[in-house]
């Protein structure tokens, strides 16, 4: 099965040249070491447009971070902003793709990953405008949670982020997207049979 990496490096395949694209928290932001020489522009709803890739050791810049207070890098055309700007831009459907982590995916594309109940919650971050005003939403995140249960369902258990947003999800098992009446194997993860994506999937697979 894919690690963390090659789940964020497959989620850069789905990038093409000119898109504006958010990268969320957890494995989403690794996507930004393997975006290569492909034009993309970056945006973190912290105020920054066009970010680099994460630091080598030693290079952080304490004042440079994303949404989820890593440090990183700036380009030459990186753009700084208020929160109001970047939210306009989301909002306003400028950006073309948000790659985002989950807690649950259903099978309808009913994405839940801004909290679990009776757990502390910092706030619901930017996912919420996110999926209502990008182009095309795809999730990367482990296909099982630490107690070995699916986390791709046929209906979400916790609250939710959006209702039928999800296009296509990237996990550790392969690649899936949101279709009529389920979901659709696109790809198995090397070493991962189809047999063994179906067993591990809650969902119902067409």
């Known amino acids: 099965m894919w690690d963390r990496n090659q789940m964020a490096a497959r989620a850069a395949l789905e990038l093409e040249d000119g898109m504006y694209v ?3 928290i957890g494995i989403p932001t690794l ?4 975006v290569g020489d492909k034009d993309i522009t970056l945006q973190s709803e912290n105020g920054m447009l066009g ?3 994460f630091p080598f050791d030693g290079d952080e810049d304490a004042d440079l971070i994303n949404a989820g207070k890593q440090t990183i890098t700036e380009l030459k055309r990186t753009a700084y902003f208020d929160s109001a700007m970047s939210f306009g831009m989301i909002r306003g459907g400028k950006i073309a793709a948000a790659i985002l982590g989950a807690m649950e995916v259903a099978e309808n594309g009913d994405l839940a990953n801004w909290m679990i109940p009776g757990k502390l919650v910092k706030g619901m971050g930017g996912a ?3 999926v209502a005003g ?3 939403v ?3 995140m482990d296909h099982a949670n630490k ?3 699916s986390k791709v369902l046929k209906e979400c258990t916790l609250p939710l982020t959006g209702k039928g947003v999800v296009d296509r999800i990237i996990t550790n098992l392969g690649v899936l997207d949101v279709v009529e009446g389920g979901l659709r ?3 198995c993860a090397e070493g991962v049979t189809e047999e063994e994506l179906r067993a591990a999937t809650d969902a119902t697979l067409v």
């Open 22 to 24: 958010n990268l969320g």
């Open 138 to 140: 795809i999730v990367v």
């Open 51 to 53: 970010m680099g890739p």
């Open 134 to 136: 990008v182009g095309r």
């Open 128 to 130: 919420m405008d996110l």
């Open 31 to 34: 996507v930004a070491n393997y």
């Open 185 to 187: 194997i696109v790809e």
């Open 147 to 149: 107690h070995g249960e």
